[in-house]
């Protein structure tokens, strides 16, 4: 058997035995149904108070907004987040403060944009029960899960008080005696990913990078899609080489066009750094940023009613220009 | 002699580290700028990689996000966060060049709290990918300014990885053997490791500056290189392609 040598003190807030995973999956539906609903019913029917959420994308970049706009709208609490590769997705949904457990890997920070005033305050708050990871450690968690086996190992981590306050353990390899760190698998009760492309029954493409996303597809329970566009299933089948994620992963498919706004969408639009910038400005002030939200999320029904307050169409518009390099208004000199 | 300010030495000193035809994944920041100044200069067949799965692009401007669209513009790949750390934990990929919040002698970044755990002075981002990158790359650069509260004698939380505490930690808690911290690039000098010791020692001074300089800004004891070199300064036509292509909003140059 593998030989424990040190063991990280953080919690674990989700069990990963393997079996209970594959009696939940053995019961997961896969007839060839549509799930077309809107993001409120997705919301409604698959992200519940006290479960385990995870969200796809890069933090700014292709990532569902829409979602976690709703999952404030309808006050979900109590949850645990998979604060993996998390920028914009965890700002909003720090500000709504749905979570109060936390799988930390990047967490409040916006890049080379700075850090989140609120998400900070908030995490700073001891509202929130936490534990460290890294950015491929919550990968290698994921993709353990989308395996269908209890953890796997990486050479990562060891040594540093990451590990320390992980909940990873370190084991001999039962072949060369190596230290290796042990990943624990983790199945998201609900997890929602935008892509460019999915047909009703989820069938899904994403062009570009695909970060964490397709372990993440699998290794959810519940998994909602958002989507750029929606496309026959005709398409799909046309060409299946393109087929990123199958629709038996799927739960919901909701068709949000510019669904990664404010973020990036590869190919099709650049991240508005205006807006961002706003929303880094506004949370200095927590009364401010009351009001901020109060009209852009909670004073919205939907995401087209904040995409009309961004700019609209007007806006897209230059992000498309900016995404393609194309540089509008030129002069020729 | 051209004008510049300290980033701008930072950055294009960062820059002529990165030698042509290797492999770099690359941190947020100062690190793109770096990346992409080096690929814009004498780099040309320098292979960048992102860990949220870009890789080798052929950068048109910097990119704000390593996951964000630049990063794969005009690339050889658009894979995702276990394809780029795995290449690297097999042992392809020659450095990876990270900023940090605090650095002690032995490399060690602090990402992830100022002060205690459990109750912190401030909370940060954490590791994000630099822990995995920093135990799987070859060699280990660092970009941060000279600053007592950056070179600090010990980090309230090692986060990343560097020597940990000294020679053959990192072999003996299991990290892959013979990497580590290689260089740190500050706005006043490059700083190496010691063979022996694996302590932090001065190389390089840039123009302005001496070793006292960098001693009286750094939180912990420097060592010596056996000769410490002058760093050239940048020349105009590194300075021209940071401010006009790599830079041009002053995202990094401007601070």
Known sequence: MFDVVAQGEGPLFMDPDADKAREFFRHKNRALVSKVMTVKEAVEKFVHDGEYLAIGGFGANRIPTAVCHEILRQKKKNMIFAGHTSTHDFQILAAGEVFNRCDIAYIIGLEARGLSPNARRYMESGKVKSCEWTNYSMALRLKAAAMGVSFLPGRNVMGTDTFKYSAIKVAKCP??????????????????????????????????????????????KHLIITCERLVHNEEIRRDPTATVIPYYCVDAVCEVPFGSYPGNMAYEYFSDEDHLKLWLKVEEDAGKFKEFLDKYIYGTKDFNEYLELCGGIQRINQLRAQEHLIELNKKES | ???????????????????????????????????????????????????????????????????????????????????????????????????????????????????????????????GGANDFASFCWRVMVITPQDPRRFVEKVSFITTPGYLTGPGAREKAGLPKNTGPHKVITNMAILGYDEETKRMRVESIHEGYAFDDVQKNCGFQLLKAKEIVKTPVPTAHELEILRKEVDPNRYIIGR
């Open chain 1, 175 to 220: 072949f060369t005696g190596q230290n290796y760190s042990l990943f624990p698998a983790l199945w998201p009760d609900v997890s929602a990913i935008h892509v460019h492309e999915a047909d009703i029954y989820g069938n899904c493409r994403v062009k570009g990078i695909s970060i964490a996303d397709f372990e993440l597809a699998r290794a959810s």
């Open chain 2, 1 to 127: 002699m051209a004008e510049y300010n300290t980033m701008e030495m930072m950055i294009v000193a960062a820059a002529r580290n990165l030698e042509d035809g290797a492999t770099v994944g690359v941190g947020t920041g100062a690190p793109c700028a770096a990346a992409m100044l080096a690929q814009k200069t004498h780099a040309p067949k320098l292979v960048i990689m992102f860990e949220a799965g870009g890789i080798s692009p052929i950068l048109p401007t910097m990119p704000i996000s390593v996951g964000d669209s630049r990063t794969i513009y005009r690339a050889i790949m658009a894979s995702g966060m276990c394809e780029i750390m795995e290449t690297s934990q097999r042992g392809m990929v020659d450095y990876t060049f990270l900023g940090g919040a605090q650095i002690d002698m032995y490399g060690n970044l602090n990402s992830t709290v100022i002060g205690d755990w459990a109750k912190p002075k401030a909370r940060l981002p954490g590791s």
